[in-house]
T-cell receptor, first 114, second 112 residues
């Protein structure tokens, strides 16, 4: 079975621009969660989608948004980029949303904002 | 509310020595506990998890962890370190949802 894939792997954007990151979960998985990883703040939960519905949301400003499609693929969007948005963005997929199932992480998208 | 504390941001062991990485959690609901490993420029790989049942959990690559409710701990151990174990290790707590709260990580160095 193919693992979680994320595209692109690396991205350089300018402050004020917007960016869209993509995540394809493991086949059959219906839950996709997004995390931001930075040296200063560590791993922080952004949001989770299950069956095209946002189930949970972390403490991030409204500039961070996401969606999930009927095939469970998910995208996250960051508008009006700030320097502090530079981070590794990880997505994780799981069979369902009940917390007891394993979450499998993708390799991440490294976003650099200049 | 849930939180995780990992004691020791850097741990160094000799090859063949015991690995002990510490994790304490706080949770207002019965916790699900996880250990993940991250190699440079990669995502997170699940080592093991505790949900319910047996408190001693065995994972991949010879790692295991014991859930101790009275001590609110979930320490990760491996009897004999290998050079390939050098990586960053994260403890995480979850509950009835997929939202995970991660600790700050422990960078494990293995000396030859």
């Amino acid at each position: 079975k193919a693992g979680v894939t994320q595209t692109p792997r690396y991205l350089i954007k300018t402050r004020g621009q917007q960016v869209t990151l993509s995540c394809s979960p493991i086949s059959g998985h219906r839950s996709v969660s997004w995390y931001q990883q930075t040296p200063g703040q560590g791993l922080q939960f952004l949001f989770e989608y299950f069956s095209e519905t946002q189930r949970n949301k972390g403490n991030f400003p409204g500039r961070f948004s996401g969606r999930q499609f009927s095939n469970s693929r998910s995208e996250m969007n960051v508008s009006t980029l700030e320097l502090g948005d530079s981070a590794l963005y990880l997505c994780a997929s799981s069979l369902d949303d009940r917390g007891s199932y394993e979450q499998y992480f993708g390799p991440g998208t490294r976003l650099t904002v200049t | 509310a849930q939180s995780v504390t990992q004691l020791g941001s850097h741990v160094s062991v000799s090859e063949g020595a015991l690995v002990l990485l510490r994790c304490n959690y706080s949770s207002s609901v019965p916790p699900y506990l996880f250990w993940y490993v991250q190699y440079p420029n990669q995502g997170l790989q699940l080592l093991l998890k505790y949900t319910t049942g047996a408190t001693l959990v065995k994972g991949i690559n010879g790692f295991e962890a014991e859930f101790k409710k009275s001590e609110t701990s979930f320490h990760l151990t491996k009897p004999s370190a290998h050079m390939s174990d050098a990586a960053e290790y994260f403890c995480a707590v979850g509950g009835a949802t997929n939202k995970l709260i991660f600790g700050t990580g422990t960078l494990l160095a293995v000396q030859p």
